[in-house]
């Protein structure tokens, strides 16, 4: 079968899709013109030709760089996939070397995951790749798919959701919930029965401030608890706990996290709570990345060393 679709690539400057790239990398002229070796003044004069090319303005200017309009989210993985494969078609197979190569990884969780996992991917990064460095976009699992489709992060860390077929992912581990208190505050210790729990003052976590999974269980049982405030942000709570006589309720992971760092105590929870999967998720277009492979393999050997602490499946 003949058609014109090389024919036609032939009206466009293919180098400007690298710029691009980068571009969506770094989000910024001056750290695209350093990883280009090229002036600002040149990659400046790149991305006039690529809004041509494109017809949108593709970046626009935002606080401390630029963000990717629309436009440029879509085309990502489809650029990502074609420079990779042509990068493999020209060089072979690629390699990544930790010790000695860069690389900027992005990262999309909530809160609650990147307390988990950030400090130990940072100190990973600093023992095996020092040139390397990580970023991380908070986000819920709602969220994460878009972020990732679209280039903004290149791995997502998530509860196991309904994503696309062009999303890959790895299983993490199970997790469930339990509870996290301050014993001095509280004055107490050890497991909560059940009429505690109703009893005592909760602290809510809740994206909109309304009600979480913990008051549809308990609604369910006829029962209400008694929130004396809420908070969107899972890091909050172990400093509202500090300061509050409380009780939370959040993932085991978090709460083990938190407790360990601000001297709270975890117990299980005396209603029944669903269990979930994490996962960690990347576009298909990332599969031949082998920096992002080798970042895929840190996670999962962090999740193994989670599993090691018997917090978690």
Known sequence: MVTDG?????SHDLNL???YAVLMEELNVTRTAVR???SQAAVSASLQRLRKMFDDQLFVRASGGMAPTAKARQIHAAVAAGLGNLREAIDGVASFDPSTERAVFRFGMSDDLEAVFMPRIIQTLSEMSPASSAHCIQTRRVEVEGLVSSGQVDIGIAASSAWGSEIRTRDLFTSSYACVYNPRLLGRQGPLSYADYVALPHLMISADGTRGIVDDVL??????RQIIASTGHFAMVPILLSRVAAVATMPEFAARVFAESMELSVSTPPIQLPQF???TLWHQSQDRSPALTWMVGVIEDIATELKEFQWFE
């Not at 090389?6 to 032939?10: A, D, E, K, T």
């Open 6 to 10: 090389p024919v036609h690539l032939r």
């Open 17 to 19: 899709l690298v710029v």
């Open 36 to 38: 280009l070796n090229m």
């Open 219 to 224: 609604h369910a049982e006829g029962h209400t």
């Open 277 to 279: 999967t994490v996962k």
